[in-house]
């Protein structure tokens, strides 16, 4: 079992940069697969990026070539870099943990942390 704690988040002008993190517990954090969602108000949780426990990632269409995932095992550690970030990125951000290989569906992680608020805003 894995509890992650997120953190990073807040207040940021359109084009502008955050890293989040996510940080777990435990000794296997490095055999899980782990993902980024995140929630706008009124709308479903929806995929972020996801990185396998080797470290191959995957990303949605969204936020490709703005956004990088990347995990160091040796902090128990995920991050998000969001760069050129834009209204349309505010939410509230979820990182996820699941112990065999990458989904893009929410309903197949299996432990989640409480979430992070980025707001994108002038």
């Known amino acids: 079992q894995v509890q992650l704690v997120e953190s990073g988040g807040g207040l940021v002008q359109p084009g502008g940069s955050l890293r989040l993190s996510c940080t777990g517990s435990g000794r296997t954090f490095s055999a899980y697969a782990m993902a980024w969602f995140r929630q706008a108000p009124g709308k479903e949780r929806e995929f972020v990026a996801a990185?396998?426990?080797?470290?191959?990632?995957y990303s949605a269409d969204s936020v490709k070539g703005r956004f990088t995932i990347s995990r160091d095992n040796t902090k128990n550690t995920m991050y998000l870099q969001m760069n050129s970030l834009k209204p349309e990125d505010t939410a509230v951000y979820y990182c996820?943990?699941?112990?065999?290989?990458?989904?893009?569906?929410?309903?197949?992680?299996?432990?989640w942390g409480q979430g992070t608020q980025v707001t994108v805003s002038s």
């Open positions: 990185i396998r426990s080797g470290g191959s990632t």
């Open positions: 996820a943990a699941r112990n065999t290989g990458l989904s893009l569906s929410s309903r197949d992680y299996n432990y």
